[in-house]
């Protein structure tokens, strides 16, 4: 069998590949287990290439094959593919690749293709599921405002979420563990993130300025807090979109923006009462163009441009 796992959801993919690696027998891992990086595609081939000495399955492990750093010389190594046996299991692990590439077209006539993407971090109804999923599998059992108070908290950062609920699993004892408890344990990471995505919003500069520093000054992954901001501005522009063609009722502007919590909607509405729907949808395209240059290696000095560029869409003239 062999595989081409992408995605970012670094924990989805980690979990896929410890079902792979469960299917090895145990006795013979230092056998019939290996990991590659994708400098060292020609041995991995090799490897995957001879039958297990064991008679059962072996686990060949590609790693950070975003494909472009392949040329002629691994497409003509990835001619090999058909020579591999059925019992090897090889899987090429990417975060994502160009499908329009040469070397991604021949890898899929002979690789299924899985893709496991990170949940959006606006899609609070699906990380909710994710973390009752996650807390299932270890017996934990959260009431459902506990649930949701966690889907806020650590947003779609499935690791974390993995690693909280198994510090509550441990509290808990067994227990079903409520609201106030949960709170005490896990700290609500993205408040702050929350706050300067209201200051941006007010065009408050010297408080963007601040709470970007804090945020900063306590190494708040960029990731977290960008993902933050894109959620907030993106729900209000969801809203002001939606109170603007006319749509009235508190219930239907929950479901068509997507907000769990109907009881929200009174709050957003006086949020963007006075916000100009071109300036939200401005906000959320440098949002996200922003997230796209801390994926290129943007670093924390980086933000404070944008930030401030997009604060000052809503400054009061």
């Known amino acids: 069998m062999i595989v081409l796992l992408t995605g970012d959801d670094q924990h989805a993919i980690q979990e896929q590949l410890k079902q792979y690696k469960a299917e090895i027998d145990f006795q013979w891992l230092t056998l019939c287990y290996h990991r590659f990086p994708a400098n060292h595609l020609d041995r991995a081939m090799s490897v995957a290439r001879t039958r297990s000495l064991t008679g059962g399955k072996k686990l060949v492990i590609v790693e950070n094959c975003h494909l472009k750093q392949w040329g002629m010389t691994e497409l003509e190594t990835l001619q090999q593919l058909m020579q591999v046996p059925e019992s ?35 899609r609070t109804d699906l990380i909710e599921k994710a973390i009752s999923t996650e807390a299932e599998k270890i017996h934990l059992r959260l009431s459902p405002d506990a649930v949701a108070y966690l889907a806020v908290a650590i947003g779609n950062d499935i690791t974390r979420a993995a690693t909280e609920l198994r510090k509550l699993s441990i509290y808990a004892h067994g227990r079903k563990l409520k609201l106030a408890e949960v709170k ?33 000054s306590r190494a708040e992954p960029l990731m977290v807090i960008v993902s933050t901001l894109i959620t907030q501005f993106r729900t209000w522009l969801w809203v002001k979109s939606a109170i603007v063609s006319g749509v009235k009722k ?27 729907i071109n300036a939200l949808a401005k906000a959320v395209a440098m949002m996200l163009d922003l997230e796209m240059s801390i994926k290129r290696g943007a670093e924390g000095k980086d933000l404070l441009p944008a930030i401030l560029s997009a604060s000052r869409l809503f400054k009061v003239v």
């Open 250 to 276: 508190d219930s239907e502007l929950a479901q068509l923006c997507r907000i769990s919590n109907p009881h929200r909607i009174y709050y957003l509405r006086q949020e963007v009462a006075n916000t100009s």
């Open 184 to 216: 005490e344990l896990v700290p609500c990471q993205t408040q702050n993130s929350l706050q300067l995505a209201a200051a941006m919003r007010q065009g408050e500069s010297n408080q963007v300025l601040q709470l970007l520093d804090d945020l900063l």
């Open 88 to 122: 090897t299991i090889l899987v090429f692990v990417a975060t994502n690749v160009d499908k329009r590439l040469k070397i991604y077209k021949h890898l899929v006539k002979y690789a299924k293709l899985l893709e496991l993407p990170l949940i959006p971090p606006w």
